[in-house]
Nanobody
Framework: QVQLVESGGGLVQPGGSLRLSCSVS????????IDWYRQAPGKERELVAT???????YYTDFVKGRFTISRDNARNTVYLQMSSLKPEDTAVYSC?????????WGQGTQVTVSS
């Protein structure tokens, strides 16, 4: 059974930083790509960043230069370091993987950027 558990969300002022963590069960962290998605109120869920099993990374345009995805295989954890946060980054952030054709999601963590 694959489980993904996010943590690290919260309230931050514009321009601030947060680091989200996605704890990944089992050994799939070395095998499957792990994604961060987000969904803002009234909007569709959108891909934020991806890291592959060999640590190739992908970012959508609206986070390039501000967010960094990384992994710590020893801790079975994928991180999303978010900097220069904007109010429009407010959303529920979830991690996801597609492993052997099945999709797995975490429960999500709320990030609110507001003064």
């Amino acid at each position: 059974q694959v489980q993904l558990v996010e943590s690290g969300g919260g309230l931050v002022q514009p321009g601030g930083s947060l680091r989200l963590s996605c704890s990944v069960s089992g050994s799939i962290i070395r095998l499957a790509p792990i994604d961060w998605y987000r969904q803002a109120p009234g909007k569709e869920r959108e891909l934020v960043a991806t890291i592959t099993g060999v640590s190739n990374t992908y970012y959508t345009d609206f986070v390039k230069g501000r967010f960094t995805i990384s992994r710590d295989n020893a801790r079975n954890t994928v991180y999303l370091q978010m900097s220069s946060l904007k109010p429009e980054d407010t959303a529920v952030y979830s991690c996801h993987t597609n492993y052997i054709g099945r999709h797995y999601w975490g429960q999500g963590t709320q990030v609110t950027v507001s003064s």
